[in-house]
C-alpha cells in the first residue's frame, strides 16, 4: 500500500534551521507532485510548499519564502523541507502529500516542529 512517512521534526530555538524528509512507497514517486502542508490543533490545514515531478518548479506560501525550501530526490522515492531561520509561529505538524498540482490523495502521519523564542 501506499506510504509516506516523515522524520526530522523535534524542537528547536528561533533562528534555527531542521530539515524534513517524507520517504514514500508503494507508487510510482517520479510521477507525482509533491507538497507539504502544516496544521495546527483545531485550525486549517495550511499549505506550505509544493514541487512538480522533478523539482524544477516550486512554490511557497508567502509566509515561508526565502526560509523554506522544497527539494527531492527521486532515486530515494524522498521529498525535503529545508526549514532555516525559524520563528515560533512555525510551530505545528507538518504533513507530506503526494498528488497532482491541486489535489493530493495521499498524506503522511506528520513530523512535529516547535521552535521556541
Known amino acids: 500500500q501506499v506510504q509516506l512517512v516523515e522524520s526530522g521534526g523535534g524542537l528547536v530555538q528561533a533562528g534555527d534551521s531542521l530539515r524534513l524528509s517524507c520517504v514514500v512507497s508503494?507508487?510510482?514517486?517520479?510521477?507525482?507532485?509533491m507538497a507539504w502542508f502544516r496544521q495546527a490543533p483545531g485550525k486549517e490545514r495550511e499549505f506550505v510548499a509544493r514541487c512538480n515531478w522533478s523539482g524544477s518548479i516550486t512554490y511557497y506560501t508567502d509566509s515561508v519564502k526565502g526560509r523554506f525550501t522544497i527539494s527531492r530526490d527521486n532515486a530515494k522515492n524522498t521529498v525535503y523541507l529545508q526549514m532555516n531561520n525559524l520563528e515560533p509561529e512555525d510551530t505545528t505538524a507538518y504533513y507530506c502529500?503526494?498528488?497532482?498540482?491541486?489535489?493530493?490523495?495521499?498524506w503522511g502521519q506528520g513530523t512535529q516542529v516547535a521552535v521556541s523564542s
Open positions: 502529500a503526494a498528488g497532482n498540482y491541486s489535489h493530493y490523495d495521499y
Open positions: 508503494g507508487l510510482s514517486f517520479s510521477k507525482y507532485a
